[in-house]
Structures are given as structure tokens and as C-alpha cells.
T-cell receptor, first 114, second 116 residues
Framework: GNSVTQMEGPVTLSEEAFLTINCTYT??????LFWYVQYPGEGLQLLLK?????DKGSNKGFEATYRKETTSFHLEKGSVQVSDSAVYFC?????????????FGQGTILTVHP | GAGVSQTPSNKVTEKGKYVELRCDPI?????LYWYRQSLGQGPEFLIY????????DSGLPNDRFFAVRPEGSVSTLKIQRTERGDSAVYLC??????????????FGQGTRLTVV
């Protein structure tokens, strides 16, 4: 079946540090890949996405590249801010019999200190 | 507001009771999803509606769980004979007409269900 594995958390960084959150996936076919973010007290919201191999999604200084050869979609940001503190979820939509369904990783808690 | 609305935001119920959780999607969105999120985990798919019909209910854990969307807008997730293991945050999301694999799902803030 389809699955998403995220790096173990939580992650604690100082402001302006470089961020990487690893995400690998298992899926049949050619899934679309997503990063969703959940800020404290808010609902899940889309951060970025990529729909085919070698696509790069980007938003708010975050980037992730769809790597089919390594089945990965790692999230990166060059300089984090305190306001980036949140829970980050990697997800995929594999289509086929799973059409309309997102499969999520377990989430990574990011805390950024001033 | 224009977002996905879920009510109630919190629900505490006794083991064995029946509960209903409501989701009001973004106006015009034909696709609606229910997910369940346990503490420290990512959301797990329960059911997906396209219009009024359940296109995929493969995530419903057992026959105590049921969901409806009679007019293709508001949806209700119904849980019978609740158990302590049903305690979780229940999330609703909706998407617009064009359901491609890259379509964004818009999430509500969830209903936190606690079964005591």
C-alpha cells in the first residue's frame, strides 16, 4: 500500500538556521506530493506541492523537489524564523483506487528559538 | 468565514454514547473528506465524498462509523457506541470540482472528540 515516512522529530533550531525535514514515500504509479503545515491553534494548510518527477514546489522560502529515483520529497529552508514553528506533514495522493485520498506521514514538530 | 467549518470544536462523551460531528465545506466544493488524527500521528483517511455519494469509504474502521452528505454540501460523521479508542481529532477537508492528483484540500480546524 501507499505510505509516507518522515524523519524522527521534534526538531529544534535557532533563528536563521538551515532546515531539512526528510520525507520518503512508497506508492504505486505516479503520485502527487505535498507538504502541509499546522501552526499552533490553526488547521492544516498546504505549504507546497509537486505533481511530477523533478518538479520543485516552493512557498514562503520553503522548497521541496520531487525525486522519483530516491522516492523522496525533502523539505528545506535556508533561514528559519520563529514564526515557522509548527508541525509539518508530508503527504501523497496516489490516484488509482486511492483517488481523492491523501496519505500522510506522522508529522515533524519544528520549534525555532530566537 | 470562507473556510471549512467544523462543529463542535470539542466534544466529550461517555463510552457507549452516540455522537455526530458536522462539517460545512467551502461553498461550491464538490469533494469532501473526513480524516482522523490521533495524538502524535498524521491524519488518517476515513471517507471521501464526491457530491452526495461516498466515492471511497475504505478508511472507516468498522460499522460503528457512518457519514452522510445528503445535499452535497454539509456532511455529518456519525459514531455509534463510542469507545475510548475513538478519542482523536476528526478533521474535515474539501476540494473544488477539478479533482486532479495535485488538487489542494482545504482543512477545517477539527473536532476534538474525547470518550470517557
Amino acid at each position: 500500500g501507499n505510505s509516507v515516512t518522515q524523519m524522527e522529530g521534534p526538531v529544534t533550531l535557532s533563528e536563521e538556521a538551515f532546515l531539512t525535514i526528510n520525507c520518503t514515500y512508497t506508492a504505486t504509479g505516479y503520485p502527487s506530493l505535498f507538504w502541509y503545515v499546522q501552526y499552533p491553534g490553526e488547521g492544516l494548510q498546504l505549504l507546497l506541492k509537486a505533481t511530477k518527477a523533478d518538479d520543485k514546489g516552493s512557498n514562503k522560502g520553503f522548497e521541496a523537489t520531487y525525486r522519483k529515483e530516491t522516492t523522496s520529497f525533502h523539505l528545506e529552508k535556508g533561514s528559519v524564523q520563529v514564526s515557522d514553528s509548527a508541525v509539518y506533514f508530508c503527504a501523497l495522493n496516489a490516484g488509482g483506487t486511492s483517488y481523492g485520498k491523501l496519505t500522510f506521514g506522522q508529522g515533524t514538530i519544528l520549534t525555532v528559538h530566537p | 468565514g470562507a473556510g471549512v467549518s467544523q462543529t463542535p470544536s470539542n466534544k466529550v462523551t461517555e463510552k457507549g454514547k452516540y455522537v455526530e460531528l458536522r462539517c460545512d465545506p467551502i461553498s461550491g466544493h464538490t469533494a469532501l473528506y473526513w480524516y482522523r488524527q490521533s495524538l502524535g500521528q498524521g491524519p488518517e483517511f476515513l471517507i471521501y465524498f464526491q457530491g452526495t455519494g461516498a466515492a471511497d469509504d475504505s478508511g472507516l474502521p468498522n460499522d460503528r462509523f457512518f457519514a452522510v452528505r445528503p445535499e452535497g454540501s454539509v456532511s455529518t460523521l456519525k459514531i455509534q457506541r463510542t469507545e475510548r479508542g475513538d478519542s482523536a481529532v476528526y478533521l474535515c477537508a474539501s476540494s473544488p470540482d477539478s479533482i486532479g492528483l495535485g488538487t489542494e484540500a482545504f482543512f477545517g480546524q477539527g473536532t476534538r472528540l474525547t470518550v470517557v
